[in-house]
């Protein structure tokens, strides 16, 4: 049986010619042998398991049944500060951003101003820092050009 190295990923170079590039999270070494599909997708720069088990059943039996942790280390990560910063998070996610309160995180979807879903992920409401609030938000894609466009016309 062939070693497994892990997910091996091929990349064109200016000069036409292609190289390679292994990049996993901090937790690839443990899930490299857990892997037994060797079922890898490309996820923000960083290697993710797709699925681990020939049979998707089985995922899905242990999710409902028992307990997954997914790594989800290549989400993006946004931190907003500063006096609007709650205002700014109310705007965007579907749920009541002022009860969130220090030390408290919520799993959201952000809509666009028409209500379509643009995204989902954790909104975390951090120790407030100098009298202002501070928020951490995770996200799958990159958001930070969506959140500024949300911006306008608050306090900078």
Aim: charged share 25%; glycine share 8%; proline share 6%.
């Amino acid at each position: 049986m062939p070693a497994r190295a892990g997910p091996q990923a091929y990349s064109q170079g200016r000069s036409g010619g292609s190289f390679g590039v292994t990049v996993g999270t901090a937790f690839h070494r443990r899930l490299l042998p857990l892997n037994e599909k060797m079922a890898w997708r490309e996820w923000a720069g960083c290697f993710a398991a797709s699925a681990y088990h020939d049979s998707p059943v089985i995922e899905y039996n242990a999710i409902r049944e028992a307990a997954a942790l997914i790594d989800v280390s290549p989400l993006f990560k946004y931190e907003v500060r500063g006096p609007d910063a709650l205002r700014l998070v109310d705007r965007v996610i579907v749920r009541d951003a002022t009860r969130l309160t220090p030390g408290r995180v919520v799993y959201t979807p952000w809509c666009d101003e028409h209500g379509k879903v643009i995204d989902d992920g954790t909104v975390a409401r951090l120790e407030d820092r100098d009298g202002a609030p501070a928020i951490r938000w995770t996200a799958a894609d990159p958001q930070l050009r969506w959140l500024r466009r949300n911006a306008d016309g608050l306090h900078r």
